[in-house]
C-alpha cells in the first residue's frame, strides 16, 4: 500500500523547494495544508491535500483552460 504522508524533506523535494520554504508556506498561507502528527515525533502532510491546493491555486491563475477568478 502506498503512504500518502511524507516528511517535509520529501515534500519539499516534490515542490522542488527548501524544507524551510515548506514551513513558512504553512505557516504563512492559510490555504496551504497544515502538517500533523504521525505518532509521537513524525510530522508530516497529506501528499493529496497539497495536489489539492495546487489544483485549486493553477485555476485561480488561469491554467487547466480556466479564466483566472478574481478573489473576493
Not at 513524525?42 to 478573489?71: A, S
Request: charged share 35%; hydrophobic share 30%; proline share 8%.
Amino acid at each position: 500500500m502506498k503512504s500518502f504522508y511524507i516528511g517535509k524533506k520529501e515534500l519539499a523535494r516534490k515542490l522542488n523547494s527548501s524544507p524551510s520554504s515548506v514551513t513558512r508556506w504553512s505557516k504563512d498561507i492559510p490555504e496551504f495544508p497544515k502538517p500533523f502528527l504521525m505518532g509521537p515525533n513524525k510530522v508530516v502532510w497529506d501528499l493529496r491535500e497539497v495536489l489539492r491546493y495546487i489544483n485549486n491555486q493553477k485555476k485561480l491563475r488561469g491554467f487547466l483552460g480556466h479564466k483566472p477568478k478574481k478573489k473576493k
